[in-house]
């Protein structure tokens, strides 16, 4: 047999849709093409042993925020890249609001691919972004390849005067309904303005301004009450909806619920809702600092019920950095601190850690939640997020009972702050391959960092 395999990854327990098996991976010019058991080797193969290894599909991390153009010291493409295949991550999406200017229409949208291109370590998607007065760029936006559409039904916060917007009503409304004519998505966060800002005008007044103060300013009412104006006009407009980091089970069952009803409604959550309460943000500080906020303990214990019941989506990371003065500057209140947390490096770990080793739920659960199930949702399933032959060979290698305690200097950010530094992670990211190619080990680091491609959509389907 004449087959030339570039690359065999031996040994390793492979994580397949339904069932981990030990099996070889042949990889051809960046594809599967072949599993199986011994695989034939010949001289010019390289290999690559995974024994006590799993391997999974790389995660699809669909939610961070690089802030390039114009905002790279924030975090950029090379940065924050980096970072993503140091955890594992071979595919993301980059949310639309933190560049200068936001991803709003086509001249925004080639700005931001232009940052992008040549600069990411692994392959991504970008998003659009529906704000007041885009609404005749959604169009045009959609037909240029954005994955989707974002849209904020709080104020993002941020300042200057072109700044991303929350929604009003009725531009969301309107904008469902064009999205939902040529089959686009939306993705929403999911917290009511009126709510969130009326509870923080008061907190203010009273000068109560603590890390409690601010949970209290954004309760779970404000989540259910947003989740439920956006399923009413999905229902009405018929337009796809995907809810970014969901932080109640409450929420997460109403979404389930409108799914069996037939709403074409996905929910996301974040290991941050997962693997951290409310008692973090009052000992860490603003380096917890998230909207929706860390929730109670009992929450947190509901959301993995509900995760363990098949009821969440997808996984995504909401990596949100800033420069860390903006969280640790004396005199800073934890209002005033900038709220988004760095954490996208630690995704997969986090979730085997706390998921499969604390919890034993089945590593195939873990493993389809951060990439099988993102990629089908937005279109990408033809490539990526399975180990299957023909696909794109977007591997991780993880060991999973290698205990480490995360440091800040590990860390590929551009600014080394996170909630997770200090915490033990019994498994460890050893090898991350995008597209056939090594772009990360555990000893060498980052090797390659800008052969990331970005992938368009259209109607639903990857472009070529
Ligand atoms: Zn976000």
């Known amino acids: 047999m004449e087959n030339l395999y570039d690359l065999i990854i031996k040994n390793g ?23 199986g058991k011994d695989l034939p080797i010949i001289p010019n193969t390289m290999i690559i042993d995974a024994e006590e290894h799993y391997v999974l599909p790389g995660m699809i991390d669909m939610h961070v925020h690089f802030n390039e153009p114009a905002m790279g010291h924030w975090e950029g493409f090379r940065s924050g890249s980096a970072a993503l295949a140091a955890g594992g991550c071979t595919t993301y999406a980059d949310m639309p609001l933190n560049g200068n200017p936001p991803t709003v229409n086509r001249a925004a949208l080639n700005l931001k691919a232009d940052a992008a291109n040549g600069n990411s370590a692994v392959d991504y998607v970008l998003w659009g972004g529906l704000v007041p007065g885009n609404l005749a760029d959604l169009e045009e936006l959609a ?34 309904k064009i999205i939902a004519s040529f089959g686009g998505i939306l993705a929403l966060h999911a917290e009511s303005e009126d709510i969130t800002n009326a509870l923080s005008l008061d907190a203010e007044r009273n000068g109560r301004n603590t890390a409690g103060d601010f949970a209290s300013c954004r309760p779970p009412e404000a989540e259910l009450e947003a989740v439920a104006r956006a399923l009413l006009y999905s229902e009405r407009t018929g337009c796809r909806l995907h809810f970014v980091h969901i932080s109640t089970s409450t929420a997460i069952e109403m979404i389930h619920t ?39 303990e009992e929450e947190r214990e ?20 800033c420069p860390t003065e903006l969280k640790v500057k004396s005199g800073l209140s934890f209002f005033e601190a900038w709220g988004g947390i760095s954490g996208a490096q630690s995704s997969l770990e986090l979730m085997f850690h706390e998921g499969v080793n604390v919890r034993g739920l089945p590593v195939t659960l873990i493993s389809s939640l951060l990439a099988e199930l993102p990629a089908k949702r937005f279109g990408m ?33 551009r600014h080394k702050h996170s909630p997770y530094i200090g915490m033990t992670l019994s498994c460890q990211v050893t090898s991350t391959i995008s597209r056939g190619k090594v772009v990360y080990t555990a000893e060498g680091g980052v090797i390659s960092g800008t052969g990331g491609q970005w992938l368009r959509l259209h109607e639903g389907q990857l472009m070529e």
């Open 381 to 413: 399933q033809d490539r990526k997020g399975s180990i299957a032959v023909g696909l794109d060979a977007d591997l991780v290698l993880l060991h999973p009972n290698r205990s480490h305690s995360l440091q800040a200097e590990e860390l590929l950010y």
């Open 302 to 321: 509901k959301l993995w019920k509900v995760l363990s019941e098949g009821k969440i989506d997808l996984i995504a990371s909401d990596h949100s950095p």
């Open 143 to 176: 037909a240029a390849g954005v994955t989707g559409f974002k849209a904020f039904l709080s104020n993002p916060g941020g300042e200057g005067e072109g700044r991303f917007r929350e929604v009003d009503d009725d531009t969301l409304y309107q904008g469902m």
């Open 258 to 296: 409108a799914k069996l009803r037939g709403l074409d409604v996905t929910a996301e959550t974040c290991p941050h809702y997962l693997i951290l309460n409310e008692q973090h943000m009052e000992d860490l500080g603003p380096v917890a600092k998230c909207a929706p906020p860390l929730r109670s």
């Open 13 to 35: 327990n492979v994580v397949l849709p339904n069932e981990v098996s030990r099996l070889d991976i042949g990889i051809i010019k960046g594809k599967i093409a072949a599993l």
